[in-house]
């Protein structure tokens, strides 16, 4: 029996050895990657940062006194922008004669024709209707032409005139009740006791308001007025500049607000600025409405609302371009609904043979033609007087 046990030991002690030996075999076989070299050990510290004189050693300076610090150079002041130089207008009195020969250049066409066909042998059916003809192509209205073709037609008939003096001063007096001399074309623009007059323009885009506004301060500094503009036309890229640039030409202080802002404020601010300036005329340019939007329409009015709270609006002058003609009687009649026009300025009236709507425009409205434009340059800008008007359309 022992040597059955003794047996059974040895064979289990070979059975674990020859599994030991098995297990060794096969760890030598698989071997490790070898260990990545070991990097030197860093022992001394990083270097700190040196800024400026603060990591270097100090260094012996002389000491010296506050008197013996230099101080800095001044530098020179950068140089201010030269002022504008402050123009002295051309007086206004007698412009439109001066201008007289550049009106009749461009009118003396419906003088010229008339007076041809006035001229003939005999004065038919067919010759006055060409007289109607001409008459209405100038713009006159027709109306206005009937009326006139009528009395023409009555005077021939009656003093017989013939001769081509007789019928250009028959002619000349027509036309001359046509334009009525008898209408105010005075300009209120002489302050009051306590508050400057005080002047809207008004009119549609591309007529001309911002360069007549400047224009007709010109007009009023040429008659010694100190002015005021108010640059309400705050829709326009660039017009307060360009209102700004008229103003300082003549020595005009110009008010103006934000790109978009409000315009009743900035009229408003400007007739303040007027009294406390002690300014005889307050000029404003309001934005240039289309007379079929309404919503711009009726913002006029409240601009003209506005500034009466500081007192009465003197003038509201409607800038029209007289080469638009007939539309521009649709434009006087929807202004007249908004704000009560007290004259009419008419441009361009050197660049159009329709002088007729000269008359035209005062029927419309009832109210009288106070100015003109005459060309580009800054003081072509004139009182209307209707004889000079009428001699220039004849000629000489």
């Known amino acids: 029996m022992e040597i059955v046990i003794l047996v059974v030991v040895i064979a289990v002690v070979v059975v674990l050895g020859a599994g ?24 001394t510290p990083p270097a700190e940062p040196h ?10 300076e002389p000491r010296r006194t506050i008197e013996e610090v230099p101080l800095p150079e001044a530098t020179a002041a950068p140089e201010a922008a030269p002022p504008v130089a402050v123009e002295q207008p051309e007086p206004a009195a007698g412009r439109l004669v001066r201008l007289r020969s ?30 109607e003809d001409t008459l209405i192509t100038a713009d006159i209205g027709v109306t206005p032409t009937q009326e006139l073709v009528e009395r ?10 013939r001769s081509p003096e007789e019928l250009r001063a028959l002619l000349r ?8 001399p008898t209408l105010d074309r005075t300009l209120r623009t002489g302050g009051h006791e306590d508050t400057p007059a005080v002047v809207l323009v008004v009119g549609v885009n591309g007529t001309g308001k911002t360069t007549t506004t400047g224009k007709l ?14 640059a309400a036309d705050t829709f326009r890229a660039a017009a307060a500049d360009q209102l700004q640039t008229w103003g300082e030409r003549v020595g005009a202080r110009t008010v103006r607000g934000p790109e978009g802002g409000d315009p009743a404020s900035v009229a408003f601010d400007a007739v303040k600025e007027g009294i ?18 309404t919503g711009l329409m009726d913002e006029l009015g409240k601009v003209k609302r506005v500034v009466e709270k500081h007192g009465p609006v003197d003038e509201v002058l409607l800038v029209l371009d007289a080469t638009t003609g007939q539309n521009g009687l649709v434009q006087a009649r929807v202004f007249a609904e908004v704000v009560d026009i007290t004259g009419i ?26 100015l003109v434009g005459l060309g580009e340059g800054a003081d072509d800008l004139a009182p209307f007087e209707p004889e000079a008007f009428v001699d220039a359309l004849i000629g000489e």
Not at 152 to 161: I, P
């Open 173 to 180: 007096e027509e036309l001359l009740t046509l334009v009525d």
């Open 276 to 293: 406390a300036a002690g300014a005889d005329t307050v000029l404003i340019d309001t934005a240039g409405r289309l007379h079929t939007k």
């Open 345 to 370: 300025v008419l441009t361009k009236l050197d660049g159009t043979a329709k002088g007729g709507i000269v008359v035209a425009v005062q029927r419309e409205l009832g109210v009288p033609v106070k």
């Open 51 to 60: 800024i400026g004189d603060e990591a270097a050693p100090p260094r012996e």
């Open 217 to 230: 301060a010109r007009v009023l500094v040429a008659d010694g007025r100190s002015v005021v503009l108010g």
């Open 20 to 43: 030991g030996l098995v297990v060794g075999s096969r760890r030598k076989k698989k071997q490790l990657p070898p260990a990545p070299p070991s990097r030197p050990t860093v022992t």
């Open 102 to 131: 550049r009106l009749s250049r461009s009118q003396n066409s419906l003088g010229k024709g008339l007076l041809t066909l006035l001229s003939r042998e005999r004065l038919d059916e067919d010759t006055w209707e060409a007289v």
């Open 152 to 161: 023409l037609r009555t005077r021939v008939r009656v003093l017989g005139a």
